[in-house]
């Protein structure tokens, strides 16, 4: 695993306070939660979810559907303990659970689901894993991935370029690439939102990112304390908001 990747687990890993802070990670995962139970799935599918964090997503998913074997990965261990409690809770048959990483998945394939809410963004090869994700499924089988496109965070890339300095968030692709994909031996269907999330100030906002793990940057040098100062500030005088731009991918094994 490279030393990036691990630093994303590490992070995810110390996000104790995830919950509190994973306000658009919720609603999100209830968006893709409803549009999974409107597929045509198998009776009692059997599902794997990649990047299951705290169970936002699996737990959605069991409430709207009634799945067979449930398979829960992520990257980042202490996140699959955390999903494991939360589902000890829940009443159904509780999931299965694995430390793997969601791009280079050792399983063998039959999965009637694989799903994934807000990981997808941290692959290093999003088509590849698509790729291998798909040959997961079994004939007839759906992926369904929600992730991040280009206009995620336009109000804090604006306040940097603003002052001519580039901010350290990762490059989202932008949603015409992501409906321009080719899985093969699959259909994909793609559909975009935008969420705004509106923060008391850009400090806040910065907290916020911490506390769901997401304050690895993409490699760049960080601004100086004199330069964050003045992003801060520009960030702020357009009103501490921040938009999501979700992109929910829907791929069906032909």
Not at 110 to 119: E, I, K, N, T, Y
Request: net charge positive; glycine share 8%; with cysteine.
């Amino acid at each position: 695993m490279r030393s990036w990747k691990q630093a994303v687990a590490r992070a995810f890993d110390g996000a104790e306070g995830y919950d509190a802070a994973a306000i658009i990670q919720a609603r999100v995962a209830r968006g893709l939660a409803a549009r999974v139970a409107s597929l045509p799935l198998a009776p009692a599918p059997s599902v794997l979810e990649i990047g299951c964090g705290t169970g936002l997503l699996t737990a959605a998913l069991h409430e709207r559907i009634v799945p067979g074997a449930y398979l829960a990965t992520d990257l980042a261990p202490a996140m699959t303990l955390r999903c494991r409690a939360r589902m000890a809770l829940h009443p159904r048959p509780h999931p299965r659970f694995v430390v793997m990483d969601g791009e280079r998945p050792s399983l063998a394939p039959g999965f009637d689901l694989v799903c994934s809410s807000l990981a997808a963004q941290w692959f290093e090869d999003l088509p590849g894993s698509l790729a291998r994700l798909a040959g997961l499924l079994a004939p007839r089988g759906h992926l369904a991935v929600a992730t991040l496109a280009s206009g995620t965070f336009a109000e804090w890339r604006g306040a940097h370029a603003d002052l001519g300095v580039t901010a350290a968030t990762p490059a989202y692709p932008a949603a015409a690439d992501l409906a321009a994909l080719r899985v093969p031996g699959c259909t994909l269907a793609v559909a975009c939102e935008s969420l705004v999330e509106t923060h008391a100030d850009g400090r806040a906002f910065l907290n916020a990112l911490r506390a769901i793990g997401a304050g690895t940057p993409d490699g760049r040098a960080s601004l100086s304390p004199g330069e964050l100062r003045r992003v801060l500030r520009r960030f702020e005088a357009d009103g501490a908001r921040v938009t999501y731009e979700v992109a929910t991918l829907l791929v069906r094994r032909d």
